[in-house]
């Protein structure tokens, strides 16, 4: 399995859910079923080439959660369709060459788009980069001394 994250409730039916996309297959969704593990998966997309799936729930606006897959240094984004699945991928416009984490989280700067938190290789300091309804902002520095952890991203 690869491209395996954590993607919120995809479904949208209050429970989160888990998308990856298996050896040789398809991009698939696997619904959550709360205590009782997951319900059986369905394909989302036709495979995708990446290296990681970066998780950011509803980036876009129109109400379906949203997937970002990092290939290399570039990221696109790939809007969901409502029932779990995504369509057409849009390259955005974010250089990433200098960081090796890339992890979405929810709207901390109020703009009404989920950010990211990428980690800089050459010292390990954490930056905040804002989403932005077109594209992204001014990158905020958070801390140092994240070189030595390896658990994200």
Do not use: C
């Not at 990446?50 to 606006?61: I, K, S």
């Not at 416009?93 to 929810?106: M, R």
């Amino acid at each position: 399995m690869k491209l395996l994250a954590a993607v919120g409730d995809m479904t949208g039916d209050g429970w989160p859910d888990l998308m990856g996309q298996p050896a040789g297959g398809s991009v698939r969704i696997y619904p959550g079923n709360g205590l009782n593990g997951l319900k059986p998966s369905y394909v989302a997309h036709a495979p995708i080439d990446a290296g990681t799936q970066v998780a950011v729930g509803r980036w876009d606006g129109d109400g379906a959660p949203d997937s970002m897959f990092r290939q290399g240094n570039q990221l696109t984004l790939f809007p969901g369709n409502g029932p779990g699945g995504l369509t057409s991928p849009t390259p955005l416009k974010l250089d990433l060459s200098p960081y090796d984490w890339v992890v979405g989280i929810s709207d901390e700067t109020g703009s009404g788009h989920p950010d990211l938190i990428v980690r800089a290789k050459s010292n390990g300091y954490l930056w905040l980069i804002p989403g932005t309804p077109t594209g992204f902002g001014q990158r905020r520095f958070l801390g140092e001394g994240m070189e030595a952890y390896d658990l994200a991203g």
